[in-house]
């Protein structure tokens, strides 16, 4: 495993991390919870990412039980949690960044993970409605209050990143100093030309999510949706339209052989691609059992295939060139 600096903080994180969203609680319980967390750990993850809306609470309180029953030293890993769709329906617990809910909710989130506090925490997603001063003020004090080491945000536009670094500046406040938005072959857009300033200026870093496509990179949706994979799931009739659009499932076929000449799976071939923009921190992958850990572990063996012939052929099958 190789470490990468979050953006131009001190901070290490391993080239891959794993998170908890849609599998913990929902199809791993606590026991295969320490399952693959272990087998991250042992392939040098220092980074788990988890969310208070994930399965409302319940991914929190199954990664502080697993790590209570793993019992690593707290220096060696780092949590994240995330902030902002609420747990409770009233009008300031919800779909927001304002300062008591933000105060309250890192609270829940700590009782939850039963952890003193979390290393990284995100605005999950913009307010539009909250000042944006008060939102980094509240973020400042969450870290003053030693319950976060650093903030970042989510799935922000760079305009909104940039004005609260620009916030935190003027006002002496801890800034954020991460971004974590999705990337995949597929969705690319939030390193678009305009958060250059953000990445490049500002040494912003990069958690980056959904890297296989929620499996649809794997090429297990090529021959229909498998009965015990997320895309079978109640409740996320969503994706499992994204998981069988026929226009993807091409690409991803196309893909097979490129992935096949560098002699790596599909899945190693798509996370192994996300690590080649230097911009991008750690990968944040997911798992819903063991061999699947084990098998994306391995992705780091292919980080310097992608030779210029290996991007064009990509380039190709994307229509890009
Ligand atoms: N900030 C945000 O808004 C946001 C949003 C989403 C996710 N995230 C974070 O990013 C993390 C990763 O996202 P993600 O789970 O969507 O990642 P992903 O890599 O796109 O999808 C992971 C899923 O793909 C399947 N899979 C993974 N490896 C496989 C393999 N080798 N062979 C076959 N199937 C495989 C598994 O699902 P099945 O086995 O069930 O099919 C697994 O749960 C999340 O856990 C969360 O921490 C953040």
Request: with cysteine; hydrophobic share 40%; aromatic share 12%.
């Given at each position: 495993m190789k470490y990468r600096h979050l953006g131009k903080s001190g901070i290490q994180v391993s080239e891959l991390s794993f998170g908890s969203w849609v599998t913990f609680h929902t199809q791993a319980g606590?026991?295969?919870?320490?399952?693959?967390?272990?087998?991250?750990?042992?392939?040098?993850?220092?980074?788990?990412?988890n969310?208070?809306?994930?399965?409302?609470?319940?991914?929190?309180?199954?990664?502080?039980?697993?790590?209570?029953?793993?019992?690593?030293?707290?220096?060696?890993?780092l949590v994240s949690t995330k902030l902002y769709w609420g747990l409770h329906e009233s009008p300031n617990e919800q779909n927001t960044l304002n300062r008591k809910y933000l105060l309250e909710a890192i609270d829940g989130s700590l009782r939850r993970l039963d952890l003193d506090?979390?290393?990284?925490?995100?605005?999950?997603?913009?307010?539009?409605?909250?000042?944006?001063?008060?939102?980094?003020?509240?973020?400042?004090?969450?870290?003053?209050?030693?319950?976060?080491?650093?903030w970042g945000t989510s799935e922000w536009e760079a305009a909104d990143i940039l004005s609260a670094i620009e916030v935190a500046e003027r006002h002496h406040l801890h800034?954020?100093?991460?971004?974590?938005?999705?990337?995949?072959?597929?969705?690319?857009?939030?390193?678009?030309?305009?958060?250059?300033?953000?990445?490049?200026d500002c040494g912003y870093g990069s958690t980056t999510w959904s890297p296989l496509a929620s499996g649809l990179l794997t090429g297990k949706y090529n021959d229909g949706v498998p009965s015990d994979s997320r895309g079978a799931l109640e409740g996320l009739e969503w994706l499992r339209k994204e998981l069988t659009n026929t226009e993807r499932l091409a690409k991803v076929?196309?893909?097979?052989?490129?992935?096949?000449?560098?002699?790596?799976?599909?899945?190693?071939?798509?996370?192994?691609?996300?690590?080649?923009?230097?911009?991008?921190?750690?990968?944040?992958?997911?798992?819903?059992r063991v061999q699947q850990v084990h098998e994306n572990?391995?992705?780091?063996?292919?980080?310097?295939?992608?030779?210029?012939e290996v991007m064009r052929e990509i380039d190709r099958v994307f229509g890009l060139v």
């Open positions: 606590i026991d295969s919870t320490v399952g693959m967390m272990g087998a991250a750990y042992d392939a040098g993850i220092n980074f788990f990412d969310a208070e809306s994930y399965a409302g609470g319940k991914s929190e309180e199954v990664m502080g039980a697993a790590l209570k029953k793993l019992g690593w030293r707290r220096g060696s890993y506090y979390v290393d990284l925490l995100y605005c999950h997603r913009a307010d539009p409605s909250t000042p944006i001063e008060e939102t980094v003020w509240a973020m400042h004090d969450i870290i003053e209050r030693g319950k976060a080491l650093y800034k954020p100093v991460v971004e974590q938005p999705v990337y995949n072959l597929f969705q690319r857009h939030r390193f678009a030309p305009e958060y250059e300033r953000v990445y490049d076929a196309s893909l097979k052989p490129v992935a096949d000449q560098m002699g790596a799976t599909l899945a190693q071939f798509s996370l192994a691609w996300c690590l080649q923009n230097p911009r991008v921190s750690t990968v944040i992958t997911g798992a819903s572990m391995k992705a780091l063996e292919f980080v310097d295939s992608f030779t210029p």
